[in-house]
């Protein structure tokens, strides 16, 4: 049995659906299947938020070199493909070309700002000349500002002092993500570069791309890092699983994790006559728990080991309740 709908009925309808023009469909960006993503939104944020926890250290250290602090900020991490990267480059240009993990990685650099840093680096910043004005206020013509350098090729020389200088940024930022770089050359001609296809047909295409705005000595530019894999979703599954996920504003705040052994006390006598190769008993067993502080405050119970070539430990338990450190004597 079917009722009948009233012509108000029927108005309210199309109503509802009528958008009157002011309703634009969204766009539908292509997509490439052949090239399939492995890294979730949420993986790349978490990979972010990584490497932004390493930037006040970085821009710390390339600050001495530049003698003047510069902000490095972090634009986007997305999942690229590097295929013919390197297409359509013409000189001069600046590329640092590096091994990660047995893959090829690959820092690109505005060549004028690369210019502008390795001569702050070597002759001091550029002084600000202040023009003088004449008796009549008429402005000097002499007297003007010094020009922001241009693009060049860099002698072999300014080239070591760029890998310097770009590898107080890169060894950090992959060290945040786990990965460890090695080797480094200047690329400034395309008979230089090192691309995918020259490291033949089985290599991984995939890279994990960092770009980084750089307000440097040259004025603002674009700094771009190609990395290999830096693991798959059940890595962050695994380490997130059962975590209250932290405000953000709280997550690049960093904090000082050490891990506690044992402690001793010897005479200054003792102290004195200590000498290479000697041995000092702690009083504990091999194998015994380490003691892991956050700050000051005990956090969990580990044991040592090694990651790679580096020395870690392994997290046994997390424990919250105990005393402070407390200094040797106490």
């Known amino acids: 049995m079917s009722e009948s709908i009233e ?49 006040q250290g970085v821009c710390r250290d390339i600050a001495s070199p530049l003698r003047h602090f510069h902000k490095l900020t972090l634009a986007s991490v997305s999942e690229v493909n590097v295929l013919g990267l390197f297409q359509g480059y013409e000189p001069p ?13 690959w820092i690109l650099w505005d060549s004028a700002a690369a210019t502008a840093s390795v001569e702050t680096v070597l002759s001091g910043p550029p002084v600000e000349v202040v023009p003088e004005e ?40 992959a060290g945040a993500l786990g990965l460890e770089i090695s080797g480094g050359r200047i690329a400034q001609e395309p008979e230089e570069l090192t691309s995918l296809e020259d490291c033949g047909p089985d290599s991984d295409a995939r890279r994990l791309m960092l770009h980084f705005l750089f307000e440097g000595p040259g004025g603002p530019s674009d700094l771009r890092i190609y990395l290999p894999d830096v693991g798959e979703e059940d890595a962050l599954a695994e380490s997130g699983a059962g975590a209250t996920p932290l405000p953000g504003h709280l997550q690049l705040v ?57 020395q870690a430990v392994l997290i046994r338990s997390i424990e919250t309740t105990g005393s402070p450190i407390e200094e040797p004597g106490d």
């Open 7 to 55: 012509p108000e009925e029927v108005q309210a309808i199309l109503d509802a659906v009528d958008t009157g023009g002011s309703v634009v469909p969204a766009e539908v960006q292509p997509r490439n299947f052949r090239q399939p993503r492995r890294l979730s939104r949420e993986r790349l944020q978490y990979l972010a938020s990584l490497v932004n926890a390493s930037l």
């Open 254 to 310: 960093r904090l000082d994790v050490s891990a506690y052994l044992a402690s001793v006390d010897v005479s200054l006598q003792e102290l004195m006559s200590l000498e290479v190769g000697d041995v000092i008993p702690l009083g504990v067993e091999a194998g015994s728990p380490i003691q892991l502080f956050i700050e000051d405050r005990p956090c969990a119970k580990a044991t040592w080991g090694r990651a790679g070539a580096q």
């Open 93 to 105: 240009f600046l590329v640092d070309v590096l091994e990660c993990g047995g893959h090829v990685t």
């Open 134 to 173: 004449g008796e009549e206020g008429e402005v000097s013509p002499e007297v003007h500002l010094p020009a922001i350098p241009e693009a060049r090729r860099l002698s072999q020389s300014e080239c070591r002092v760029i890998e310097a200088l770009l590898n107080k940024i890169l060894v950090p930022v």
